[in-house]
């Protein structure tokens, strides 16, 4: 037989998965007897099985010894690699399991922001105690970018609200809520002094809006026409919110932000910012998962999905 032995040459003349189990189980056992209870097999199929594996490496791989057997230093040495690939199978079967489960993996989700502080993040930290070996990557921005992304394969799903004109049909939508705005002001604000404060209270100052086709702006404007209000003074207009709580602080203004954003910054005893104890009643149009029309989620995906969307946000 020649000495030269490559990586394959073992599957080549026909090593199976049923050899190495039969080895492992008698490196264990001592017994061919209790090899086959071990795998679920006749006795006298264990030992057509050690005989193939006698054949294909060329060698002997046990030798009797009373009413037992004894591996030889050939058996030996592929007992110790057959306990290795079964735990390595293992390992996998277990991988397989929690790939499957939605508890590994990698999954890109995409938010707009005020879900992705409120949702988003309160699903990341459960998953990290429940299935730890899920990595996300989370972009944050506004829905029609996220859409983008996810039409171009970057993100699994996007929580957020379906592009306006034709492309709605390329997605898929499962509303979720509607995002509640208050009006967030710096600590000291004059407006804080005054008692049953009124709608037209609010025209007095500087208001801090997004652009005007920004869905914030529109539902702002349409609350205040129903209270037949016009529209704030306004001086800036601004999506950032690095910018508008800067301003906040400089100023009087006021900036009506979705309240989990909102909360970010009023909570603690030391916060810089409050929110003006007065409700417009202002809503956002609902969120939700959005994803590619017609698309089946991977599990880890659709676990994180579930969860995101079973999120009950804290009230402020």
Known sequence: MSSVWHSDTLAKKGLKLSHLRLLAALAETGQ??????????????????LAEVERIVGSAVHSRTGRGITLTAVGEALALRARRVQTELRDAARDIAEVAAGEAGYVRIGSVTG?????????????RIAAPRVTAEVTVSPSDVLCDQLLAGKLDFAIGRLPDGS???????????TEPVALVVRRDH?????????????????????PPESIL???????????????PPQRLSTASFLLIFSLLLQSNAIAPLARAVAG?????????????????GIEVEPFGLVTRAGAILPPVAARLAAAIQAQTPEAL
């Not at 492309?167 to 809520?177: G, K, M």
């Not at 702006?217 to 529209?231: F, I, N, Q, T």
């Not at 970010?264 to 417009?280: E, F, N, R």
Request: glycine share 4%.
């Open 32 to 49: 061919i007897g209790l090899a086959a209870e071990r795998l679920n097999i006749a006795q006298p199929a264990a030992s057509r099985l």
């Open 115 to 127: 879900p992705a502080i409120d949702r988003v993040l309160p699903a990341l930290r459960a998953a």
């Open 167 to 177: 492309s709605r049909v390329l997605f898929d939508f499962t509303p979720i809520a």
């Open 190 to 210: 004059p407006l804080l002094q005054r008692q049953n404060l009124k709608p037209a209270d609010l025209l007095d100052y500087d208001w801090v809006l997004p």
């Open 217 to 231: 702006s529109r539902a702002v404007l349409a609350r205040l026409g129903a209270y037949g209000l016009p529209s």
């Open 264 to 280: 970010a910054y009023v909570t603690g005893p030391y916060a810089s910012h409050v929110l003006l104890d007065i409700d417009l």
